[in-house]
């Protein structure tokens, strides 16, 4: 009945998603290769539980 009113988990994943993405960019245009590779890294587990979510929700 009150749907609306849960957070939606995805929404707040595809924000982390993007922060990082952001992070992974910095980082590689300083030159730190290995804080973009770890980030990148990260970034990727999160799109998968994304997919994973919105595939359990359809």
Do not use: C, H, N
Request: glycine share 2%.
């Amino acid at each position: 009945m009150f749907s609306f009113l849960k957070p939606d988990p995805v929404k707040k994943l595809r924000k982390s998603y993007d922060s990082i993405l952001e992070q992974a960019m910095q980082a590689q245009r300083k030159g730190d290769i290995k804080t973009y590779s770890l980030l990148t890294a990260e970034s990727e587990q999160i799109w998968a539980k994304i997919v994973t979510l919105e595939a359990a929700s359809k």
